[in-house]
Every structure is written in structure tokens, then in C-alpha cells.
T-cell receptor, first 114, second 109 residues
Framework: DAGVIQSPRHEVTEMGQEVTLRCKPI?????LFWYRQTMMRGLELLIY????????DSGMPEDRFSAKMPNASFSTLKIQPSEPRDSAVYFC????????????FGPGTRLTVT | KNEVEQSPQNLTAQEGEFITINCSYS?????LHWLQQHPGGGIVSLFM???GKKKHGRLIATINIQEKHSSLHITASHPRDSAVYIC???????????FGKGTHLIIQP
């Protein structure tokens, strides 16, 4: 398996623009997680899905952030409008269902908002 | 919400030294993870454990559930071990991970 795939790997955009980050989880994994990493706050959970259903979005910073998982092999994280404080590395991770808790991380998307 | 504390935040050591990184958490968990992140950003899972001890090569991870504490040890450290090591906990009703701030390790030749 190719592992968790994220695109783009780098994104530079201007404040106010819409940004869409994409993730393809490992085939057969039931859970998908979106995390954000900043220098100030470290790694934080934004939202996670179980079988394509959002379970916990309490980490989503505000209404400018939204996430979808239309099917088992694709998820998006959208920021609209983007702000400079959204600059961070966004990681997607997936894991199997049941009692297998190990998570597999994608390479991350480095977002810079100017 | 679980609070995860790691120590030390930064550690510089000489090649060959025995390294210990500590992690403590505040709420009962299903599993504790040790992650490694090299400059350039990719995150690799080193260990996931819920009890006892695990060993992989020169790396050893232990956990004490009663004390809510885990340690990551590196024996015969090498410059390629230089990275950020992150402790993360999950479970206890939450499936997402809660992370420590990480330990920035530098091994000098």
C-alpha cells in the first residue's frame, strides 16, 4: 500500500483565498484524522471520521474550517477565507477499526498564508 | 481533556550515550504512542503500547499505567537518532490523539 497520501505537499496562498487540502487514507482503514502542527501549539486534533461520518470536530478552530469525507478513500479540509494564522503543517492520518489504535500519518501539507 | 507532559523539551547528547525521554498524562488511556519526526516533517510511529514494555532495535518503550507515565529509551545513540520525539495518548473515550509538545533530540558525533 502507498500509505496515506496528501496533496498538495506545499501550498502558498494569499489571505482571504480558499484553500482545500486533500487526503487519501490507507485502503480498508475505518478512521481518518486531521491534525494541525504549529510551532506555538504543537500537534492538535482538528476532526476525525469513523466510516466517513464526522465524530468529533471540537478541535476545528472556527467556522472558516470545514472537513468532508464523501467516501472511504477521500477527505478534504477546507479553509475559507484563509488567514495568516492558519499557516501550519496539516497532517492526515488513518487507522483500522476495532482495537487497533496505531495511526498512520501522511507526509503533511505545509500551508503558508501571506 | 488529557494533559500530556514531556521532558526534557530539548536534549543534546554525545554519540553512544543512553537517552531517556519521559511522558506523563493525566487521564486513563487506551494506548500511548511514541512518534518520531525528522526535520522536513514526516511523522513515523515508533511504538504503540498499553502496558509493559516494547523493544525495537535500539529503542525501548515502557509504560506504567498506574503512574500514568511512559519512557522512551535509546541505547547506543547515533547522530541519525536526531529528531523530535513526540508522546501521544488516545482512548479513554476519545479516538483522536492528544500530543505532548515533543522532545528535540540532538546526538553529536
Amino acid at each position: 500500500d502507498a500509505g496515506v497520501i496528501q496533496s498538495p505537499r506545499h501550498e502558498v496562498t494569499e489571505m482571504g483565498q480558499e484553500v482545500t487540502l486533500r487526503c487519501k487514507p490507507i485502503s480498508g482503514h475505518d478512521y481518518l484524522f486531521w491534525y494541525r502542527q504549529t510551532m506555538m501549539r504543537g500537534l492538535e486534533l482538528l476532526i476525525y471520521f469513523n466510516n466517513n461520518v464526522p465524530i468529533d470536530d471540537s478541535g476545528m478552530p472556527e467556522d472558516r474550517f470545514s472537513a468532508k469525507m464523501p467516501n472511504a478513500s477521500f477527505s478534504t479540509l477546507k479553509i475559507q477565507p484563509s488567514e495568516p494564522r492558519d499557516s501550519a503543517v496539516y497532517f492526515c492520518a488513518s487507522r483500522p477499526g476495532g482495537a487497533s489504535y496505531e495511526q498512520y500519518f501522511g507526509p503533511g501539507t505545509r500551508l503558508t498564508v501571506t | 481533556k488529557n494533559e500530556v507532559e514531556q521532558s526534557p523539551q530539548n536534549l543534546t547528547a554525545q554519540e553512544g550515550e543512553f537517552i531517556t525521554i519521559n511522558c506523563s498524562y493525566s487521564v486513563g488511556i487506551s494506548a500511548l504512542h511514541w512518534l518520531q519526526q525528522h526535520p522536513g516533517g514526516g511523522i513515523v510511529s515508533l511504538f504503540m503500547l498499553s502496558s509493559g514494555k516494547k523493544k525495537h532495535g535500539r529503542l525501548i518503550a515502557t509504560i506504567n499505567i498506574q503512574e500514568k507515565h511512559s519512557s522512551l529509551h535509546i541505547t547506543a545513540s547515533h547522530p541519525r537518532d536526531s529528531a523530535v520525539y513526540i508522546c501521544a495518548v488516545g482512548g479513554g473515550g476519545a479516538d483522536g490523539l492528544t500530543f505532548g509538545k515533543g522532545t528535540h533530540l540532538i546526538i553529536q558525533p
